[in-house]
Structure formats: C-alpha cells, structure tokens
C-alpha cells in the first residue's frame, strides 16, 4: 500500500451532515462497460470512468491482453477489435480484489485459444470461484485452480458449447460470467435465473430475455457482434447507500446525491430505508446509457427496525453491512435472514458487521444467514477492522458520525475499492 495513503480513520460524532456529495461512478456498470468495449467490433468511449481500485483492475487486465486504451478530456476511449481482439498476457492478470474481474473475465477467457491466469490478493483468493468453474466446463472450458479458488489457470484452444444453465445461486457475477462465455461459444447459450440479481449485463448488450413466472431466460448466440458504443457511468447507488443511511441518522442533515444510478435491480434499499421511515426524495429521473438515473436527496429522520429476507436479498447484497448501522440506531429490533452470500464476499460481512458493531456498543447475533440487531443503540465508541472490506470500513465510518465517543476504523484505506473519496466527503460534509 502506498505508504501516504491514510490507513487508519477516527470519525468523530457529527452534529449534522449538510452538503452534495461527488459519488463514484457505478462499479458494476464500469468493468461492463470497459469489457464490452474490449470486446465492441470498433472505438468505443466510456465518459466517467471511476479511479476506484475495482474498475482499475479490469482496465489493467484488458491493457495486458493486449487492448489499447487511451484517456482523453471526457474519461476514457477504448479501441475494441472484437470479439477475436485479445491477445496473450505475458504476465498473470491481477485481479486485485475485485470478485467481477475475475469473473467475468473468467467467461471471456475460457474461449480465447490462448491460456491465462488470473490471480488477486488474499481476500479474493480466499472466495469461490467453482461457482463459475462448474458452468464454464460444462461449456468445455479447462482449468486448474486452488482447490476451487484462485490462481485460475484457464487452458486456452478448448471449443465452447453453448448450454442451458440454470443458476444455483442469485449471483450476477456468475450470470455475467456465462452469458460471456457464450459469445464465444457454439451455438446458443441460455441462462436461467429464478432470483432476480442486478442485470446490468443484459440490458447493457441488449440480450433477448423472457420471463415466465419467477423464471427470467436470457440468451447469446455464440459469435454476435458487440457494437461499439459511447458509455455513460452513472454514480454508484452502491456508494450513495452510505450516505443515504448517514443522512438518515445523524440529526440536522440534508443531503444531495444527484445523478444516482436506480436501476431496479439495485434499488431495493430505498424501498427497505422508507419502509424504516427514511425520508428521501428522487427528483429528476432520466435515462442515461440505458439506465435510470434520478437525483436523490436524503433529510435526517427517526428510523424503525424491519423484518428482511427472501428474494430482495440479492438486490440489496452490497448494502446490507450499512442497512447494519442504519438497524442498530433504529427502534425495534431488525432481522436479516437468507443472507449466507454475505459470508463470501470480500471479507465474511455477516461476522464482520456484527463483530464491529457489538465492539462499539450495539447488540447484534450472528446468525448462519444473517443478524439479528436488537435496534436502540448509543454507540460508545471504539476501534474496530475493516477486514480489508471497502463496505466494512465505510459502514463502520457512518457508525462513527452517531457515535458518542470516535470510532477509529483500522484498513480504512481499502474504501478506494469502490469509493476513494469517501473519507474526504465525510469531513466535507460534517
Ligand atoms: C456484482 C455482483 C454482486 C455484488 C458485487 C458486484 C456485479 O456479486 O455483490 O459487488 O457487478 O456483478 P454477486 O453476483 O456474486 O452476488
């Protein structure tokens, strides 16, 4: 880590957050929107390409599969040359700690007549990548790997079939991953997802989908052209989820958000926070790229405790560590269940959480799918980890600004992930 990079963080409690935030721009629409352009049949131009850490990594992969990709005054322009355009890596692709790099680009790889390895630090090591494994071979793609995790040895040469595969876990990820592979394969892939999971992926390449009952198909024909394309990044709902949460909970403070991504698939959190007695407003929404965008305002109110599970869990699975905070300040008791995808993101978030909030004075039970948070907390204050976990360490940071005492989070650094303003919007906003 860069050695001038701040990595410890003491927040102290804010007497009211007022102000208008410059979120990043959405992460899972960033490494798409680079990757369709790798793959675009000409020039395509991304205008907001985040510097977050995530996003980056997948540019640094692409640069090393050979794709020239320039900056220019509106963000970044990227000379696609199909879907045949890549070339051999000289080096292992590092993923970093991003869990969308590897995976999708995973399903890129696994058609190339090339062989790649893609590696990423301990914590992405640490998580599952047979969920993607299982799909990729049964298309007759080859691997070895550790045991089920990373380093990724993808053998190269090996033809793709196209196959209908029905998604054991709601995972966009593991989604995105097929659906790529099945631009490479013979014949016509299909995916079928009974949870709904973000669907940047289908929208943003205009896949044909129907859905029939709880079942959405989505289909590729191997060999279909990308268009190139001028992207659009919207912010980060994800990003702005932080602060919906801290302008809800710290007294006297009106926040702006303006530009927020809301495609449904994601927003589900705005549904959950006002259900809680947030009060926040969508003003002006448009579509950007394809996307629904909105500028949205959050004031401060009292919030209530909530009964959340079932199929909402996978629109909400980024937010959950800061629905955490919001549930512990709130009267009543909050219940989170069908949430065992926590426990393998960048770090184990239902332990995490948990641990970080009973550290500054919250009572929260781990359960084997979620928490349950008895709601009515004074933070005391105190130190806690971030795990290496972006979300982690800025969840904890919002706990912060309501707390009676300073909370200092250790690996507070790792919020440039997905959000390396973050600590500076907290001191703008205070
Ligand atoms: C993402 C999908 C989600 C999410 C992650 C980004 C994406 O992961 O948690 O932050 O961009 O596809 P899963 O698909 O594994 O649930």
Redesign the pocket.
């Known amino acids: 880590m860069d050695p001038r990079i701040e990595d410890i963080r003491t927040i102290q409690r804010s007497r009211g957050l007022l102000g208008t935030v410059a979120l990043p721009a959405d992460?899972?629409i960033a490494?798409?929107a680079a990757l369709f352009s790798a793959l675009g049949s000409g020039v395509s131009h991304i205008v907001g390409f985040p510097d977050s850490a995530d996003p980056q990594s997948t540019l640094a992969c692409l640069r090393q599969l050979g794709l020239r990709i320039e900056t220019d005054d509106a963000g970044l322009v990227v000379y696609g040359e199909g879907l045949s355009g890549l070339s051999s890596a000289l080096q292992d692709l590092d993923c970093g700690n991003s869990?969308?790099t590897m995976?999708?680009l995973a399903g890129i790889l696994a058609g190339q007549s090339f062989s790649s390895t893609l590696i990423g630090d301990a914590s992405l090591s640490a998580r599952p990548m047979g969920?993607i494994m299982d799909p990729l071979a049964q298309m007759g793609a080859h691997f070895d790997s550790n045991g089920g995790r990373a380093p990724l040895r993808i053998s190269g040469g090996h033809p793709l079939k196209g196959i209908e595969y029905a998604l054991p876990?709601?995972?966009?990820?593991?989604?995105?991953c097929v659906l790529l592979a099945g631009f490479f394969a013979e014949g016509t892939t299909t995916v079928i997802e009974t949870t709904p999971?973000?669907d940047?992926?289908e929208r943003m390449l205009g896949l044909s989908n129907f859905t029939v009952g709880t079942q959405k198909h989505i289909f590729v024909d191997g060999g279909r052209t990308i268009e190139p394309r001028l992207w659009s990044i919207p912010a980060d709902f994800?990003a702005a989820a932080f602060f919906l949460v801290a302008g809800s909970i710290v007294p006297d403070s009106v926040i702006h958000l303006p530009r927020v991504g809301l495609n449904p698939s994601r927003t589900g959190f705005i549904d959950i926070l006002r259900a809680m007695g947030a009060n926040i407003s969508i003003e002006k929404e448009r579509l950007v790229s394809g996307e629904p965008i909105a500028d949205l305002t959050v004031r401060s109110a009292p919030l209530f405790g909530i009964q959340v599970g079932g199929d909402i869990i996978?629109n909400i699975?980024?937010e959950i560590p800061i629905l955490a905070v919001a549930a512990s300040v709130a009267e009543g008791e909050t219940v989170i269940r069908d949430a065992t995808?926590l426990r393998?993101?960048e770090t184990d978030r239902i332990s995490a959480m948990a641990t970080g909030l009973n550290a500054i004075g919250a009572t929260v039970t781990e359960q084997e799918d979620g928490l349950t948070i008895l709601g009515n907390a004074k933070f005391t204050g105190g130190t806690v980890e971030s795990h290496h976990d972006h979300r982690i360490a800025m969840a904890m940071g919002v706990a912060g600004l309501v707390s009676s005492k300073p909370v200092t989070i250790h690996g507070a650094s790792v919020a440039s992930v997905?959000f390396p303003s973050f600590w500076e919007a907290i001191d703008e906003l205070s």
Not at 169 to 176: D, G, H, P, R, Y
Request: aromatic share 0%.
């Open positions: 992460k899972s490494h798409r869990g969308t995976r999708l969920r876990i709601a995972s966009a990820q593991v989604k995105s999971s973000r940047h992926t994800s996978a699975i980024d995808e393998h993101k997905s």
